[in-house]
């Protein structure tokens, strides 16, 4: 595996709660990305950032927030949970730009109830 | 914008069958084109890529073609294993990655 964490693993939580996805790399990494997988979807892309405190959104950003504060942490924020964001989250990182391959943590399953 | 779109499953194979799993893209440039595979309780990892048209891309017995005047990236394999079910995933990078829905295979002994 590339060095890809992503914490924690499974999460249950309440609707209108705010949660926190992290993850880590150890791989230095100047791109890393945030994907949700969901059936009939594949892997559609939340939010992206190409440095330290340079990121953008991707395909499906409404409800979330992330922060990058050092190469290796990249943060995804659901401000108020909703059901709708039960999920399967990715992170993904790239050493190089869009056209390069991804390598992908294990996930977090996110239950909102 | 870019899009993919690969053949809907599940595709369940007996061992030593041939394998193939449609993916046809549409791209307003030239994108670089993937075949991903996830294990079970795993993430995404790269199969094999081709960056340009006629280029074929290929691992671990797999093998996809890029073709640009088909808009296609078919995967195959010649002998599938009980080790290669796994959920494959088609998809394009031009400014992003986009991933097609994934095709489960299942193959059976």
């Known amino acids: 595996d590339a060095g890809i964490t992503q914490s924690p693993r499974h999460k249950v939580t309440e609707t209108g709660t705010p949660v926190t996805l992290r993850c880590h790399q150890t791989e230095n990494h100047r791109y890393m990305y945030w994907y949700r997988q969901d059936p009939g979807h594949g892997l559609r892309l939340i939010h992206y950032s190409y440095g330290v405190k340079d990121t953008d959104k991707g395909e499906v950003s409404d409800g979330y927030s992330v922060s990058r504060s050092k190469t290796e942490d990249f943060l995804l924020t659901l401000e108020s949970a909703t059901s709708s964001q039960t999920s399967v989250y990715f992170c993904?990182?790239?050493?190089?730009?869009?056209?390069?391959?991804?390598?992908f943590g294990n996930g977090t399953r996110l239950t909102v109830t | 914008g870019n899009s993919v779109t690969q053949m809907e499953g599940p595709v369940t194979l007996s061992e030593e069958a041939f394998l193939t799993i449609n993916c046809t893209y549409t791209?307003?440039?030239?994108?670089?084109l993937f075949w991903y595979v996830q294990y079970p309780g795993e993430g995404l990892q790269l199969l094999l890529k081709?960056?340009?048209?006629?280029d074929k891309g290929s691992n671990k017995g797999f093998e996809a073609t890029y073709r640009k005047e088909t808009t296609s990236f078919h995967l195959e394999k010649g002998s599938v294993q009980v080790s290669d079910s796994a959920v494959y995933f088609c998809?394009?990078?031009?400014?992003?990655?986009?991933f097609g829905a994934g095709t489960r295979l299942t193959v059976k002994p």
């Open positions: 993904a990182i790239s050493a190089g730009g869009p056209n390069s391959p991804l390598h």
């Open positions: 998809a394009l990078s031009e400014n992003d990655m986009r």
């Open positions: 081709a960056t340009k048209a006629d």
């Open positions: 791209a307003t440039g030239y994108p670089s």
